[in-house]
């Protein structure tokens, strides 16, 4: 940092702004030397990679502005720049003279800090600094997410460019190329850490083993692999006997044996619905356990959002693999449940028996539940643990009403403690229909079929003149839940029309009033209106008001009791006077 006794350094220190605007920078610079005047007493490390930050200042020491005079101005005693601080919206292209006066005044740096879009420029600098750099973070700053990927020249030769004293590495979003491309070796590296793409929005420039490559010391190794899809952790973990703390965050990982590891602690993260769908799923997973992890490792696995099929349970033949279960089964987000069996399916009955009792997806709130009443349904062992399973979920999805029919299915959805809705999972081409069945949670004793009262469902669609298809969709799930919910009072419809030919909330509630819908179980082929298959049930279609939507339309039983409307003056007591 520019030493407080020359007035001219503290005049030009702020030479480029977070922005990369000279005007401002210059504004800034000189508020910022008169604020920092009580804090020249802070060394000049703790003032620029503590202080500064915190302060919000947007200052980088030194300067690197084309203002001629600032290379006279600024110390040419690289002492004076032990560490440097850069954060930038936009790119900086040095000139072939400040190529020329920088790296030398940067040769004493140990700490850098560089928030910027990759440029050559830059990447000179960084190796400018090469030889007395300790820590070294490189990012690139939001505004850059959706931007044109910029790719950094590649360092023809054998030659490589070292970095003998750097043992702490941060590199993120575009810059994770730059050891590849520019052939650095970081032999002294003891803690790594790389994000590749998920912040930056974007798949980094492939690359991430080329930090790894010399880096014989490293005790500490974090990864972000973000959307990448390139490979095994081994091809990010090469034999690194040294490694003692992993930390690993990725869609998509292929675990394995990644060399002669004995790690301390590890924090894994398995993002964006990975699924524990096969056995080979766990497998990879317990094989990496056992293999790589010191006895009596640290293991925390609680940032995951992964997908449990439960099938997969039953298609054990032993339990090698029972701990790793346990653990995925423990950190699960979501469940896939099958209640019923493939033809081609084979259970272990004393395998299951063994495993069944010890698991407990305690994270899960949500389980998705399908199930075939013709095949062989789901184990007794797995039927009958299913309180203890899934003691915490809250939603339960369904594929049609009609699912609530099969007895298997009301014996898993009854037995869930905690479950507050069941959701009708639409087929692909029907999400624009949204249908919650609310489960009361006064009469838990009852079945599942007799707990819903009330039902919301939500419809977006295109409305053309002429077209039913959304309305037969409509009336044929509205007719579903009336014959299969017994104690059924309310369906509450909001709808949302885009589109031309319909003339407002009346037409849409006539169209439905007056659709052409089959019987129910009956062979009675013979279509009735809507309002009178309604009648026959016992309900009847009410308008409500729009509210926020195009149309709304409540059906419900008939002779249910609506509470009376309350005037405003019924809240105040007829004997209140008026002073």
């Given at each position: ?7 001219r ?107 910027c ?104 190794f974090?990864l ?28 998509r ?79 699960a ?59 915490c ?20 959805l ?65 007719r ?8 059924l ?24 009033q ?21 009648r ?23 002779g ?5 409307q ?14």
């Amino acid at each position: 940092m520019a030493k407080p006794h020359c007035p001219r350094q503290e005049k030009d220190v702020d030479g480029m702004s977070a922005h990369g605007d000279d005007a401002d920078a210059s504004q800034q610079g000189g508020q910022q030397s008169s604020a920092s005047l009580p804090l020249w007493v802070v060394p000049p490390d703790t003032l620029s990679t503590i202080l500064l930050p915190l302060l919000a200042t947007r200052c980088i020491v030194g300067t690197l502005s084309l203002v001629r005079k600032a290379f006279h101005a600024i110390a040419a005693d690289p002492s004076n720049h032990h560490t440097v601080f850069i954060h930038s919206h936009k790119p900086i292209h040095l000139t072939h003279t400040q190529l020329g006066v920088w790296p030398p005044r940067l040769s004493q740096t140990k700490r850098a800090v560089l928030i910027c879009p990759v440029t050559e420029s830059v990447t000179s600098l960084i190796e400018g600094m090469r030889r007395t750099l300790a820590y070294l973070h490189l990012d690139e700053p939001a505004s850059q997410l959706h931007r044109t990927p910029r790719l950094l020249s590649m360092r023809q030769g054998a030659s490589l460019v070292e970095f003998p004293a750097l043992e702490e590495m941060r590199v993120g979003g575009e810059w994770v190329q730059a050891a590849r491309r520019k052939r650095w070796a970081l032999s002294s590296l003891v803690s790594l850490s790389i994000r590749n793409g998920p912040l930056s929005g974007r798949r980094g420039d492939l690359g991430v083993s080329s930090w790894l490559s010399f880096a014989s010391r490293l005790r500490s190794f974090e990864l972000d692999d973000g959307e990448d899809d390139s490979g095994t952790l081994r091809s990010y973990v090469p034999d690194l006997t040294t490694l003692k703390t992993l930390r690993l965050t990725s869609r998509r990982p292929c675990f394995g044996r990644a060399g002669a590891m004995q790690l301390e602690e590890i924090d894994v993260a398995l993002l964006g619905g990975w699924r524990v769908q096969y056995t080979q799923s766990d497998e990879g997973i317990d094989e990496f356990r056992k293999s790589c992890l010191a006895p009596g490792a640290k293991e925390d696995w609680s940032r995951s959002d992964l997908r449990f099929d439960v099938h997969v349970l039953w298609q054990r033949d032993d339990d090698a693999a029972a701990d790793t279960t346990k653990l995925l089964a423990s950190v699960a987000t979501q469940v896939y449940f099958d209640t019923s069996l493939s033809s081609a399916t084979e259970t272990h009955s004393s395998t299951l028996s063994r495993l069944i009792p010890s698991l407990v997806f305690s994270r899960a709130r949500y389980v998705m539940v399908v199930g075939d009443p013709a095949r062989p349904r789901a184990p007794e062992i797995v039927l009958s643990h299913v309180p203890r399973l899934f003691p915490c979920v809250t939603r339960a999805e369904v594929m049609m009403v009609n699912d609530l029919g099969d007895a298997v299915m009301q014996r898993v959805l009854g037995h869930l403690p905690m479950l507050e809705a069941v959701v009708l999972n639409w087929l692909e081409g029907h999400e624009d229909i949204e249908m919650c069945m609310w489960v009361d949670q006064t009469e838990k004793e009852r079945p599942i079929v007799e707990r819903i009262r009330h039902i919301t469902a939500r419809l977006r669609f295109h409305f053309e003149q002429g077209d039913r298809e959304r309305f037969i969709e409509v009336t044929s799930v509205i007719r579903d839940a009336i014959r299969q919910l017994p104690r059924l009072e309310r369906i509450v419809v909001d709808i949302t029309v885009g589109g031309e030919g319909w003339e407002g909330q009346e037409d849409i509630v006539a169209t439905l009033q007056q659709d052409l819908t089959s019987r129910p179980d009956t062979n009675d082929f013979t279509e009735v209106p809507f309002h009178l298959l309604l009648r026959e049930s016992g309900f009847e279609m009410v308008e409500l008001p729009r509210l926020a939507f195009d149309c709304r339309v409540e059906v419900r039983r008939l002779g249910l009791p609506i509470p009376s409307q309350k005037r405003i003056t019924d809240y105040f007591s007829a004997r209140q006077t008026v002073r």
